[in-house]
């Protein structure tokens, strides 16, 4: 009989390795790596209540230095559970917020789950093991199949440092013969492959990933001159996310010296000559500069309220006499010119009449001093004798409430300028005086030249967003403006409300970018000196009024990043 355990090791070690797990965004759904060092075959199902994902990998064995990843809340994705469920199966058991409808991808060592991304962007993140090393589960920024390393070496042949990178990162790596020497490095948390790039470079060694996935060690100097004597290759680039005439110039400082690099707008496509390996490097060097861009939308709220309350109050006297002396500077026609007490039409006039009858007195008390457009106006006359007193009282009281509120909302790219008005463009007539002195052909002065610029107004909103991460830096331009009639030369004036400013806001939060409260208040007193200053007595000796102008503006905007694949 052949013992259990050992039969069960020897089992294992045949099997091919799980040995990563990287989750990641990609074009707006999540991404599940799993990755293996040899042929497995997968099985999947759904489990609910809670929901989950189930994976099972047959003919592998776990590799991984933990059976749990907790609290990952990334993507749709809660925690990974990873175990030995039988001898030859590992079991991938993946715990989602919601349900969602997967695809499962095979790939040259690694397994593909994915899955609309219900919760928005998200860092990415990774853990996997070498036979030797082990790589940290950490949030990295690059893509999921390439995890960090963290590793010393102490002079170390070149060779081994290879096969160490080799092992860590499944990739075949084929050294020249002239490739000798020791290393002493130590790198710390970085991308295996800009690790290995730093090592060859400090050694005057660069390396070559064919398009087979092998990747060539080879001295820089010797590389330099084997691409020269590379047959020449074109290829065409189609370029899906960005304009092809944006790329031109980054790629002409990429390609050699007999490289060239064409571009067709009707198709956006780059056309590239070139030797096969700087091809080679170019490849991946124009799928990152190719990438998708965010886009936001940018909704803002711009509130605005006017108000203004005026109160007056005033008395008028008038004191006359009906055979003496007369004042009228109120009222067209109030004379009485032949004293008979009868007012013929030829006797009205609208100016300012004083009339002398002999020996009288007469008088106007705050006549000046009228309200104007007043809502309620009294007359009353008392007659002593000769004299008649007529008194007139005006009173007024007026609210006005002038409520404005826009809400513009625009949708743009990452990094681009956008604006949007809702108003009207204003014509401004503007006199150039300095053309007034010019001679003319016949020797005369020319008049001053006139010329009309157009003047926006209205809601305008413009904003460029810079995407960083889950937050938006926004710049921007918003205003709030309209045209009133002026009393000057100038014809109009332009009344604005503006917020001019950057802010960095999260995503779909709101944040009031500009805030203004402004109050006006004017109260006058006028009457006649010494008797408007009694007690209670002193109202009937004055006109007062009292006015409030308050103006209320707050401006408040909210980003939102769209997630085009959810």
């Known amino acids: 009989m052949i013992p259990l355990m050992p039969l069960l090791a020897a089992v294992l070690s045949l099997l091919t390795s799980l040995n990563g797990l990287s989750l990641a965004p990609v074009d707006g759904r999540t991404d599940l790596t799993i990755r293996v060092d040899g042929q497995v075959t997968v ?53 989602l917020t919601q349900r969602v409808e997967y695809r499962i991808d095979r790939r040259s060592g690694e397994i593909h789950v994915s899955f609309p991304n219900p919760a928005g962007p998200f860092e990415p993140w990774s853990v996997g093991v070498g ?62 492959d800009i690790a290995l790039e730093a090592i060859l470079r400090s050694q005057g060694m660069s390396s070559t990933e064919q398009e087979s996935g092998i990747i060539q060690v080879e001295k820089a100097d010797k590389a330099r001159e084997r691409e020269k004597n590379e047959d020449l290759v074109t290829r065409q680039f189609r370029v899906k996310y960005v304009r092809v005439d944006s790329l031109v110039n980054a790629i002409k400082g990429l390609i050699s010296e ?12 780059l056309v590239i000559t070139d030797g096969r390996s700087v091809m ?16 936001v939308t940018i ?26 002396n007369q004042l009228n500077t109120f009222s067209p026609g109030f004379l009485d010119s032949n004293g008979d007490g009868i007012l013929t039409p030829d006797e009205a006039t609208s100016q300012n009449v004083i009339l002398l009858g002999g020996n009288s007195i007469a008088a106007l008390a705050n006549a000046t001093n009228r309200l104007s457009s007043s809502s309620l106006q009294m ?35 990452d990094n681009r300028d956008a604006k949007i008005q809702v108003g009207e463009e204003t014509p401004i007539r503007v006199v150039d005086v300095s053309s007034a002195s010019q001679q003319t052909s016949q020797g005369g ?16 909103l413009n904003v460029t967003p810079h995407v960083t991460g889950d937050h938006i830096l926004l710049d921007l331009h918003a205003e709030r403006s309209n045209v009133v009639p002026s009393a000057g030369d100038a014809g109009v004036t332009f009344q604005t409300q503006v917020a001019e400013t ?15 409260t402004l109050i006006e208040k004017t109260r006058s007193r006028i009457g006649i000196p010494i008797l408007m200053d009694l007690p209670i007595l002193g109202a009937l000796f004055r006109t007062t009024s009292e006015s409030e102008h308050k103006r209320d503006l707050l401006i408040m905007v909210t980003p939102h990043i769209l997630n085009e694949g959810a």
Do not use: C
Request: proline share 5%; charged share 25%; hydrophobic share 45%.
């Open 43 to 95: 099985k999947d199902y759904r489990l609910g209540d809670p929901e989950r994902l189930v994976i099972d990998v047959t003919g592998a064995r776990k590799a991984l230095p933990a059976d749990r990843f907790d609290d990952l809340k990334r993507g749709g994705v809660q925690s990974i559970r990873v175990s030995q469920f039988q001898p030859e199966v590992v079991r991938v058991v993946v715990d």
């Open 131 to 192: 036979e030797k090393r082990v790589v940290r589960a950490t949030p990295v920024r690059r893509a999921p199949t390439v995890p960090k390393i963290t590793v010393s070496f102490e002079k170390t042949p070149i060779l081994d440092v290879l096969a160490t990178f080799s092992e860590f990162s499944g990739k075949s790596i084929v050294a020249g013969t002239d490739i000798t020497g020791d290393i002493t490095a130590t790198i710390r948390d970085q991308p295996w």
């Open 258 to 269: 007999r490289g060239k690099v064409t571009s067709s707008a009707a198709t956006n496509t």
């Open 280 to 295: 080679a490097r170019l490849e991946p060097m124009i799928a990152q500069l190719d990438a998708r861009t965010p886009q």
């Open 299 to 324: 909704a803002a709220k711009i509130l605005f309220v006017d108000r203004t309350a005026l109160e007056g109050l005033g008395i008028v006297y008038d004191l006359k006499d009906s055979r003496g």
């Open 379 to 413: 007359v009353t006359s008392l007659v002593l004798g000769r004299h008649t007193l007529v008194s007139f009282i005006e009173a007024l009281q007026s609210l006005t409430l002038s409520d404005i509120q826009a809400a513009p909302v625009v949708t743009v790219m």
């Open 445 to 460: 002065i020319s008049a001053p030249r006139a010329m009309v610029q157009m003047k926006n107004t209205g809601v305008i």
């Open 502 to 516: 950057q802010v960095l806001v999260k995503d779909g939060e709101t944040a009031v970018v500009g805030g203004l």
